[in-house]
């Protein structure tokens, strides 16, 4: 299960930031910081039920007896793209040039890798068993 709250809460910073900083500026521990919590978590809560919506039905487990073909390369192959596109974050960071100021290729091979794993049909012969 995906730990959808912290990108929720990411993206929410950064619409923030976009929007001059409304409501970031305030210092830790004061009252006025105290005082905007609750605005604080509903607003979280408000943008983590837009992605509970739109992902929750690739997190649910399948029902007994629904199972899926995967060629065996597949797997593999896309286990390699995510560790590669890991790998070369971790040793680089994500940050780049562009204007959402990240390396989008690193993203693209991680969807790529989820995609051959996860999203797309495998053929009836050749395969292994695979329960989504």
């Not at 408000?46 to 509970?52: E, G, Q, R, S």
């Not at 896309?78 to 994500?94: N, P, R, Y």
């Amino acid at each position: 299960m995906y730990l959808w709250h912290l990108t929720a809460m990411v993206l929410l910073i950064g619409l923030l930031r976009l929007l001059g900083g409304f409501g970031l500026h305030l210092v830790p521990g004061t009252g006025t910081w105290w005082a905007t919590r609750p605005l604080w978590l509903a607003t979280l809560a408000a943008a983590l039920l837009v992605f509970l919506a739109l992902f929750s039905r690739f997190e649910r487990v399948a029902e007994r007896g629904e199972e899926r073909t995967l060629p065996p390369w597949r797997p593999f192959v896309g286990a390699a793209l995510v560790c590669v596109a890991l790998a070369l974050a971790a040793l680089d960071g994500i940050g780049g040039a562009g204007p959402l100021g990240i390396r989008v290729w690193l993203i693209v091979l991680v969807l790529a890798g989820a995609a051959l794993v996860r999203a797309l049909p495998g053929p009836e012969k050749g395969t292994f068993r695979f329960l989504r």
